[in-house]
């Protein structure tokens, strides 16, 4: 139970499983070390695409629609995530140049 | 306009005048202040002569102040002879004093001189309003308004700090006197049911007296339950005491010189301190039943009289020797009502109303001319210089010690023969040979102030050399109170057994007949006693003047420092009860207040501050440290999530 027939194989859903925490992993490490807004917003992305791809494997294991769903509903969100952070990125860098997240420090208390 | 629509307006054109001054006084031209100020007493007077000659009396009842339960309060005023005596004081010689006070306070600014007169017509309206009442409530706001009136124009040069202190004194000891009357108040209406004077002396009186015209009361010779009426005749004798500056509350009269001068001649000498001796006579059906209280009126009036002319002697602020006098003669007026000779305690109380605001006023011409100097030893040889103001000064002195025909003799030896010739009463002798020995001790003092003022040659202290005489309107006002001590002696000549007696047969409907007759050769004691003081009047001479007779002080150094220490009651008073307060205010302050209370409010708000300050120090504004901060979270929360679900 624990392999799935994708294509015509037979593959065990751990490898998704694993693949899905390695970009997660790549995708909040990137978070964590990149300096570049832009950068850090794909990061994001490929965090949020790997939970998508969780909630799709675990999905299709336990024969559930509703992680698939979910992971629509996800990928919305992220949609609109991405369109509200790249806005408020192009409004930032109208007013000047942004190369490091640190330099938005402003409202530090 | 009829008796009650007259004795409101006696009342209320004071109290209007004081309303026009506040409000606008120091807007209009001087010149309205110095007509409305003075005017307005004068014209009170009028009214109290109307009312005197048209033989007013009545108690009116304007309307009910206060209806509940079975207290009800009417607003009413009560015209008999007493009253109108009091008001023709107040109003008369109140009426020269404030129009003398054009010229003394001429120095002021326009609000300070528009202020000093609101001030004044305040005072005249509430005294009019403590000797009007016919009840114990408007007693006690008459009696607790002339005791504000007081307040304010002792400080009325607020930049003085001793000004300042001197009004608080009087002020607090005054309001001992208050709550004493107030809680008499409260004796009486509960024993009696009644506020007014005369349902609280019907009450007294009982039911099988007829109904009192007026306020002369039936005496019952025994009475059945004076447990209470002692018990509120004590406590009215506090504020009495308190008011009329007689021991053990004396200490704030003297201080209370701080004020100008004209405030010491009305306020201090001839109208509110003598409210005391105001209300011992209109409580008269209460102290003579009371006897135990009665006798204390005559003891503290002796003692003060005696202690305070003993004080007068080495004072040497005019002021104050005057300030020490009047206490004096008050205890005299006190010894009077308290023997039961109240007509010649009144008679007395106009008298010193005369020649005390007279000696008041020249003595603030003479610190006029001194440009502000109070101290005598630093006159000395006026006489020349200031003729008139020296005469009118020697009147005033004169009638004081009691020279014959001045006033002073008349009402002086009118209140020892009383005592001297009461039957049966070894009180009344004994308050006699005190008056007797105050009565010398008077003259000399009186001497002395007189002596060192205006004999002699100028001090080599003196800053004035060639002093002005006072404007007119300064003058007039002192020669017309000296005039009026020489011949005001003339109308009650009982103690010579001749002529008149016009005050006691005019205060006998309201106090009561004279109630025994002097004896024969009471007034030969009383014509020696005077010469005496007399003489010793002429003795101060020598000894401060001419300097031939050593200063009595010299022999007995310790008895000059308790004088001049006023007996320590300061320090004592001091001892007693203020620095004890002051530690226990202290205390509360440092150890309560400050470390508790406010350390509570105050720790409350720096904890806020605190938290607030360290906990901002997360918000560093990095973006990487919020991400760390989460990413951290969602780890611990998922190691967490693991645990529980692999327990």
Known sequence: MSSMTIGGSQLDASWFLILGAILFTIGAAGVLVRRNPLVILICIELMLNAVNLTLIVFSRQLENIEGQLFALMS??????????????????????????????????? | MSTSQLALAVLLLPAAGAILLAGRGWRLPRIVTQIVGPGVVWASFAGTLALFFSNASGDFTYWTWIKSGSLEVPFNLLVDNLSIFMCLVITGVGGLIVTYSVGYMEHEDGPSYARFFTYMDVFIFSMLLLVLAGNLVFLIVGWAMVGLSSYLLIGFWYQRRSAVLA???????????????????????????????????????????????????????????????????????????????????????????????????????????????????????????????????????????????????????????????????????????????????????????????????????????????QDMRKFGGLFRQLPRTSWSFLIGSLALVGVIPL??????????????????????????????????????????????????????????????????????????????????????????????SAVSDFLASAVGPVRWEEGGGVVMVGLVTMVLAALLFLAAYRVYVVRSWKAWSANVPWAQRLLERKYYFDEIYAAVFVRPMDAIAGFGMRDIE??????????????????????????????????????????????LVLIRSGS
Request: aromatic share 10%; proline share 5%.
């Open chain 1, 75 to 109: 990928m919305t969100v992220a949609a609109a995530e991405a369109v509200v952070g790249l806005a408020i990125l192009v409004d930032i860098f109208h007013v000047r140049d942004v190369e490091d997240i640190d330099e938005l420090s402003e409202l530090k208390g």
């Open chain 2, 167 to 373: 009004a608080r004194k009087a002020f607090v000891m005054n309001v001992i006197g208050d709550v004493g009357m107030i809680l008499g108040a409260f004796v009486l209406f509960v024993t009696y049911h009644a506020i007014t004077y005369a349902g609280v002396f019907k009450g007294i009186a009982g039911p099988s007296c007829p109904p009192p015209s007026l306020l002369v009361t039936c005496f019952r010779p025994i009475p059945t339950d004076s447990g209470p009426l002692e018990l509120a005749a004590f406590l009215l004798l506090v504020g009495a005491v308190a008011k009329s500056a007689q021991l053990p509350l004396h200490t704030w009269l003297p201080d209370a010189m701080e004020g100008p001068t004209p405030v010491s001649a009305l306020i201090h000498a001839a109208t509110m301190v003598t409210a005391g001796v105001y209300l011992i006579g209109r409580m008269h059906p209460i102290y003579d039943l009371a006897s135990y209280a009665h006798g204390a009126v005559a003891i503290i009036g002796a003692a003060t009289a005696l202690f305070a002319a003993t004080i007068a002697i080495v004072q040497t602020d005019i002021k104050r020797v005057l300030a020490y006098s009047t206490m004096s003669q008050i205890g005299y007026m006190f010894l009077a009502v308290g023997i039961g000779a109240y007509s010649a305690g009144f008679f007395h109380l106009l008298a010193h109303a005369f020649f005390k605001a007279l000696l008041f006023m020249a003595a603030g011409n003479v610190i006029h001319a001194m440009h502000d100097e």
């Open chain 2, 594 to 639: 400050e470390p508790i209370l406010d350390g509570a409010v105050v720790g409350t708000g720096h904890a806020a501050v605190v938290g607030a300050s360290s906990l901002s120090l997360t918000q560093s504004g990095y973006f990487r440290n919020y991400v760390l901060v989460f990413v951290g979270g969602a780890i611990v929360a998922a190691v």
């Open chain 2, 407 to 500: 006033v002073g003799f008349f009402s002086k030896e009118q209140i020892l023969g009383a005592a001297l010739s009461k039957p049966d009463d070894t009180l009344a002798l004994a308050v006699w040979v005190v008056g007797a020995v105050t009565a010398l001790i008077t003259g000399f003092y009186t001497g002395r102030m007189w002596w060192m003022a205006f004999g002699g040659k100028p001090s080599p202290e003196r800053a004035v050399e060639h002093p002005h005489e006072a404007r007119l309107v300064m003058l007039v006002p002192v020669v017309i109170l000296a005039a009026l001590s020489v011949v005001g002696g003339f109308i009650q000549m009982r103690a010579l057994g001749i002529g008149p």
